[in-house]
Nanobody, 126 residues
C-alpha cells in the first residue's frame, strides 16, 4: 500500500483545512487508517484513527470536537477535516495504514502501523 497525503498549508488560527490521504494498492477497505503528527522537537503523536468501515473512530483529546476523520473506500481515500485550528496544531501530518487484529478496533500506537505516507505540513499562524 502506498499512501500520499495532500491538503496541508499555512492558515491563520481559527481556520479550517481538510487533509486527504490517497491509497494505492488492493484491499484498502481492509485497513485501519490513522493520522499522526509530529511537530519540531516533539515526538510523533496519534491524532485520529478510523476502522475499516468507518464505524469506529478515535481522537487525541486535544482535537476532539474540532477534527473529524472519515474515509471513502470507493475512492481509496481517508480524510481529516480540521476546524478551529490552533497554533499548537502545527506539525507535519502523516497518514498510516495497518491491518489490525480486531477489525473494529482503532490502533493508536504508531509502531504497529505497516504503511506510512511522507507527510504534509500544516502551519498555523496566531
Amino acid at each position: 500500500v502506498q499512501l500520499v497525503e495532500s491538503g496541508g498549508g499555512l492558515v491563520q488560527a481559527g481556520a479550517s483545512l481538510r487533509l486527504s490521504c490517497a491509497a494505492s494498492g488492493r484491499a484498502f477497505s481492509s485497513y485501519g487508517m490513522a493520522w499522526f503528527r509530529q511537530a519540531p522537537g516533539k515526538e510523533r503523536e496519534f491524532v485520529a484513527g478510523i476502522n475499516w468501515d468507518g464505524g469506529t473512530t478515535d481522537y487525541l483529546d486535544s482535537v476532539k470536537g474540532r477534527f473529524t476523520i472519515s474515509r471513502d473506500n470507493a475512492k481509496n481515500t481517508v480524510y481529516l477535516q480540521m476546524n478551529s485550528l490552533k497554533p499548537e496544531d502545527a506539525a507535519v501530518y502523516y497518514c498510516a495504514a495497518d491491518l489490525p487484529a480486531d477489525a473494529d478496533d482503532v490502533e493508536k500506537t504508531g509502531s504497529n502501523y505497516d504503511y506510512w505516507g511522507k507527510g504534509t505540513p500544516v502551519t498555523v499562524s496566531s
